[in-house]
């Protein structure tokens, strides 16, 4: 009886413990300016991001906004990152390696994220052709405070803090 008790109890604890972590879903996601890019300065005016379907709009209505990296710039991998800071309404983008099933949760309500789905990449390394699966979350900052990302792969389970200032 006393074994019976304790599993419940564990049981119990680790599923209020896990509650709080929520699935992000996946989209189809545009990162554009928030203002039409032809009076843009800085790449690093101010982004939002955008579903697909309001995207076509915008460029059937002749809105310009698309954002566009540097030349060379490549998001950097979610899972070699160990924190994120940015401010409210910042934009960051990671990228995420789905060669593997993975899953992307987020605990906290300071960040909003946006993730995309699945694509596939050919390139080319040392000769030969490399075939790549990897997927873009957006993070952008909502509020001052505090959240967590959990990416959860077979191989591992990571939980990245992100702190909006």
Do not use: H
């Amino acid at each position: 009886m006393e074994t019976r008790l304790f599993l419940i109890v564990s049981v119990l604890a680790l599923a209020i413990g896990c509650s709080s972590f929520r699935a992000v879903d996946r989209g189809d996601w545009r990162r554009v300016y928030t203002k039409d890019a032809s009076t843009v300065k800085s790449l690093d005016a101010p982004q939002e991001i955008i579903t697909r379907e309001k995207y076509e709009e915008e460029l059937a209505n002749d809105v310009r906004r698309t954002w566009s990296p540097s030349p060379g710039w490549s998001a950097p991998w979610l899972l070699d990152t160990e924190e994120i800071g940015l401010a409210p309404n910042e934009v960051m983008e990671f990228r995420i390696d789905e060669l593997k099933p993975v899953e992307v949760q987020v605990k906290g309500d300071a960040a909003t994220l946006f993730w995309g789905q699945r694509i596939k990449k050919d390139e080319w390394k040392d000769g030969t052709d490399v075939t790549r699966r990897e997927s873009t979350l957006f993070v952008q900052g909502k509020a001052k405070g505090k959240a967590t990302i959990r990416i959860v792969t077979e191989d591992t389970t990571k939980d990245i803090p992100v702190t909006v200032k």
